[in-house]
Nanobody, 114 residues
Framework: QVRLVESGGGLVQAGGSLRLSCAAS????????MGWYRQAPGKQREVVAH???????YYTDSVKGRFTITRGGAKNTVYLQMNSLKPEDTAVYFC????????WGQGTQVTVSS
């Protein structure tokens, strides 16, 4: 059983930055591709970015050039640096493996004001 804990969200003005953190604990038997997801009100959850164990990254088009996903020194930590935030980035952000294989954590709310 894996527990996911996300943190680092908050309220920020458009153009600002936030850094999200995720720690996974529990029965992680292998190093996984880790991903960040988000869910805006009234919308489906979507993948934002993911990173392989080798550091290969993927970003959804809407965040390319603004967000950066990295892994921590521990295999079960992942970060999302978000710069030049836009109101449309407002959502609850979650981490999970990619593809999803663990129960979701509580997420962290990111609110970008215009």
């Amino acid at each position: 059983q894996v527990r996911l804990v996300e943190s680092g969200g908050g309220l920020v003005q458009a153009g600002g930055s936030l850094r999200l953190s995720c720690a996974a604990s529990g029965s992680i038997f292998s190093v996984e591709t880790m991903g960040w997801y988000r869910q805006a009100p009234g919308k489906q959850r979507e993948v934002v970015a993911h990173i392989t164990t080798y550091g290969t990254t993927y970003y959804t088009d809407s965040v390319k050039g603004r967000f950066t996903i990295t892994r921590g020194g521990a295999k079960n930590t992942v970060y999302l640096q978000m710069n030049s935030l836009k109101p449309e980035d407002t959502a609850v952000y979650f981490c999970n493996s990619y593809p999803v294989s663990w129960a979701w954590g509580q997420g962290t709310q990111v609110t970008v004001s215009s």
